[in-house]
């Protein structure tokens, strides 16, 4: 399981750690991708390998490598980690909600972030749904594009000026 998150409280990694654990999902290990940041979690044990800052070549061979992708932030603008996940074709946990729900919908699996339990379900199924999600996450992400995203700013600045 990849978690892509800069170590910091609203990130959630003890929570997913907590709940990584409670999974007991055999064979499987748990990387954590990012900056340091606040470096106020304790990331590391037998399952659990911090992998810090690595290159864009080295995050696509670990998103397309890794059982599913978890990203169970508390609170998130926007977490492109999740639609980077989804267009490398990996499985994907996400919190239920906005803005995840408005991209992610059916082709994650959603998650309550501050229930471990939930988290621990949740990784349990897209591990189990793999095969399943990462195609239709994929072909989910392939609706957003830096020309669509864009074009749609260009109409709100258009409209905002009319």
């Known amino acids: 399981v990849l978690a892509v998150s800069t170590l910091e409280p609203r990130k959630n990694l ?4 907590e709940a990584f654990d409670r999974a007991d999902l055999d ?14 979690v304790q990331v590391g044990g037998d399952r659990v390998h ?4 690595i290159s864009d070549s080295e995050l696509a ?11 169970v932030s508390l609170y998130e603008g926007f977490g492109l980690p999740v639609l980077e996940a989804m267009a490398s074709g990996a499985s994907v946990v996400a919190p ?3 803005p ?9 699996v ?13 990784l349990r199924e897209a591990v189990e749904r793999r095969d399943e999600l990462g195609p239709l996450g994929r072909e989910r992400a392939r609706e957003f ?18």
Not at 27 to 39: C, I, M, S
């Open 14 to 17: 003890p929570g997913l750690i």
């Open 27 to 40: 064979g499987v290990e748990l990387r954590v991708v990012g900056a340091e940041g606040w470096g106020d």
């Open 50 to 53: 911090w992998l810090g800052e």
């Open 61 to 71: 061979r670990q998103y397309r490598g890794a059982a599913a992708v978890a990203y």
């Open 96 to 98: 239920a909600g906005p």
């Open 100 to 108: 995840f729900n408005e991209f992610a919908d059916g082709v994650a």
């Open 110 to 122: 959603s998650v309550d972030p501050r229930d471990s339990d939930s988290i621990a379900l949740g």
């Open 145 to 162: 594009t830096w020309d669509r995203a864009a074009k749609a700013h260009v109409g709100v600045y258009r409209e905002a000026a009319a």
